[in-house]
């Protein structure tokens, strides 16, 4: 017996979230049932998502965001892990996006 997709197309977007977090949190535990169970929420969130236009980001979540990576990035260097490495390359290009977007918008010294 698989587990199918179909049983999740009656569950909002936020319970689906709620979802993804608790099968993340088993996974990262190396949970193979977890990591399937993800997997499979993952795929059904994704076959409904659209992605936010840029322009459409609140000045807070672009706000809070660029906190985030900028600490990420921050700590992730402070452990030895290089501009090169993919995920901070990740990191620092989606900081840069954000980071432009504020300083088109007039709000970037709000963050300093």
């Known amino acids: 017996m698989t587990i199918d997709r179909r049983d999740l197309t009656a569950l ?13 949190a088993l996974a990262s535990q190396k949970n193979r049932v977890a990591l399937d169970l993800f997997a499979i929420v993952e795929k059904e969130m994704l076959t409904r998502y659209q992605s936010t236009k840029i322009a459409d980001y609140t000045d807070d979540d672009l706000a809070n965001t ?5 600490s990420a990035v921050d700590t992730s260097r402070a452990n030895g892990i290089d501009d090169d490495y993919p995920t901070m390359r990740f990191l ?14 007039g709000t970037v010294k709000e963050i300093q």
Do not use: K, P
Request: zero cysteines; charged letters at 30%; a negative charge.
């Open 12 to 24: 909002t977007d936020s319970d689906l979230a709620l979802l993804l977090e608790a099968f993340r």
């Open 66 to 70: 660029v906190t985030a990576l900028a």
């Open 92 to 105: 620092l290009l989606n900081l840069t996006v954000f980071i432009d977007e504020m300083e088109r918008r």
